[in-house]
């Protein structure tokens, strides 16, 4: 079994349309990423969280929002979708050992926007 | 604003031979480095990471820091075709984790 689950795995819905990706995890992680990734930009962050009580913004936060339902569950919602939110998004794990950040990632959730 | 920029590739080499993988960041504090290696279709996953100057080496990967010149590579000795993927340099600072878009690397038997 996936240590870091991402449902759905691909979903295309249309513009205007309010959509929730979620993520679940099983590594027993506080902190939980939600990335996205597009051709020749490579990963940006669009939230994080270091435990349940808490959210961050990332570097492109605007337009998306997070809830974090438990420890182990952390979800991504996209208002009123719109076309440049087409992307791979990733949610990520990390178990946080001091200086650095050592990511586990899910497995991705394709999203298009029409 | 801050940058970790990565040559796009791809990058071909031979297989057996040594593939040089190369990062730059703009942010002089950054404090950790990281590579992940991403097949197609897959998501990134850890290979290496590197936190002082120097080199670090695990088994045929080897991570190299130079901090003053704000440069990480990753050397790939021995390349196999089962290393073919996009190889993705990571910078953090301050839980600020930044990622280069990634060098795709082919290598040809």
């Known amino acids: 079994d996936a240590d870091v689950t991402q449902t759905p795995r691909n979903r295309i819905t249309k513009t205007g349309k309010r959509i929730m990706l979620e993520c679940s995890q099983t590594?027993?992680?506080?902190?939980m990423y939600w990335y996205r990734q597009d051709p020749g930009l490579g990963l940006r962050l669009i939230y994080y969280?270091?435990?349940?009580?808490?959210?961050n913004k990332g570097e492109i936060s605007d337009g998306y929002s997070v809830s974090r339902q438990a420890q182990a569950k952390f979800s991504l919602s996209l208002e009123s979708a719109i076309p440049n939110q087409t992307a791979l998004y990733f949610c990520?794990?990390?178990?946080?050992?001091?200086?650095?950040?050592?990511?586990?990632f899910g497995s991705g959730t394709q999203l298009s926007v029409l | 604003q801050k940058e970790v920029e990565q040559n796009s590739g791809p990058l071909s080499v031979p297989e057996g031979a040594i593939a040089s993988l190369n990062c730059t960041y703009s942010?002089?504090?950054?404090?950790?480095f990281f590579w992940y290696r991403q097949y197609s279709g897959k998501s990134p996953e850890l290979i290496m990471s590197?936190?002082?100057?120097g080199d670090k080496e695990d088994g045929r990967f080897t991570a190299q820091l130079n901090k003053a010149s704000q440069y990480v590579s990753l050397l790939i000795r021995d390349s196999q075709p089962s290393d073919s993927a996009t190889y993705l340099c990571?910078?953090?600072?301050?839980?600020?984790?930044?990622f280069g878009a990634g060098t795709r690397l082919t290598v040809k038997p």
């Open positions: 990520a794990t990390s178990d946080h050992t001091g200086v650095g950040e050592k990511l586990f």
């Open positions: 590594k027993g992680h506080d902190r």
């Open positions: 969280s270091f435990d349940v009580k808490d959210i």
């Open positions: 942010d002089r504090v950054s404090q950790s």
């Open positions: 590197i936190y002082s100057n």
């Open positions: 990571a910078v953090n600072d301050n839980n600020d984790m930044r």
